[in-house]
């Protein structure tokens, strides 16, 4: 079956169940770095609020395809993705909020991407250049459990709380300022996660000091490089290279006479080969943090 009738099949099903009670769209949807997933949307009609959860399809297609799912068994899976997003009482809160600026200023955040891999999805957001990357800004509030939800926000919404672009960034830094920032010490963190005490990783003399960066949520918290006092207090009067290992954290290597640029931007392309997604992965080279004038520059 191709993907197309796949689709038709899908509306006819939903169709049969919510009868004329509902709008139902399919479309692509752009995520980082160009990932893109084909979707479907159901909302009621004459609902108050606009907004609604966009289920993917593709993984469901598949499985159609491989005969472990039929058309009937796909459909109930949307209409179960769809009951338990939709019924969950802080994603119909936020929907109701989405465009009212007093609701969603103090869960306005930002983050880094790539401007040179989501040139397509910068198109219709919002956001500020920053060197090679760009920043754009996200309603994030949390879920039940450790999840954690982000909307990013776009030219309408922007008009329709009435702010500019320059109000808008202040109003995610300043979030950003008490959103659990700090930087650790990469191998205390690899000791707690592993319940270890110490680590075996060879003589003192060879170990490379690095530090990790991130928030409190570890959600797009690569951004926390926009905070100049927080890198101010943490660097002092130390130059370091910062290699981007995702959009959720960064890491800090204290600049020595030995220091290798090269040999850290090949392992900013290999740790992006081998261990990130390619919906997180920031950038393929390292930057540069510069104390003397507290700012982060791409390097030479």
């Given at each position: ?134 920043v754009v800004y996200i309603i994030r ?78 959600f797009y918290g690569a951004a926390g ?76």
């Amino acid at each position: 079956m191709e993907f197309e009738e796949f689709k038709k099949k899908i509306v006819e099903g939903l169709r049969d169940i919510y009868g004329d009670r509902v709008e139902i769209d399919t479309g692509v949807v752009i995520k980082n770095n160009g990932n893109k997933y084909n979707g479907i949307c159901i909302r009621p009609k004459n609902a108050e609020c606009r907004t609604a959860p966009v289920i993917e399809l593709d993984s469901l297609y598949s499985s159609l395809e491989n005969g472990t799912m039929k058309i009937e068994d796909c459909v109930w899976e949307i209409l179960h993705n769809s009951a338990n997003l939709s019924g969950h009482e802080r994603v119909e809160q936020l929907a109701k909020d989405i465009s009212d600026w007093e609701c969603v200023k103090d869960d306005i955040y930002p983050i880094l991407l790539s401007t040179e891999e989501n040139w397509e999805l910068l198109e219709k957001l919002v956001s500020t250049s920053m060197l090679d990357l760009s920043v754009v800004y996200i309603i994030r509030r949390g879920l039940s459990g450790e999840s954690t939800m982000g909307i990013k926000i776009t030219p309408k919404m922007l008009e329709s709380y009435g702010m500019d672009v320059e109000q808008l960034h202040g109003q995610a830094l300043e979030n950003m300022r008490k959103d659990g920032y700090e930087f650790l010490e990469l191998r205390t963190l690899v000791k707690e996660i592993l319940h270890m005490d110490e680590l075996d990783d060879g003589q003192d003399d060879h170990k490379t000091e690095m530090y990790i960066l991130t928030n409190s949520a570890r959600f797009y918290g690569a951004a926390g490089i926009l905070n100049k006092e927080l890198l101010r207090g943490f660097a002092g009067d130390r130059n370091f290279i910062i290699l981007p290992s995702s959009v959720h954290e960064s890491l800090f290597v204290p600049v020595n006479d030995e220091t290798d640029q090269a040999f850290f931007d090949e392992m900013v392309r290999e740790v992006n080969r081998s261990e990130v997604s390619v919906e997180e992965k920031l950038a393929d080279h390292s930057y540069y943090y510069d104390a003397q004038i507290g700012e982060i520059r791409m390097c030479a």
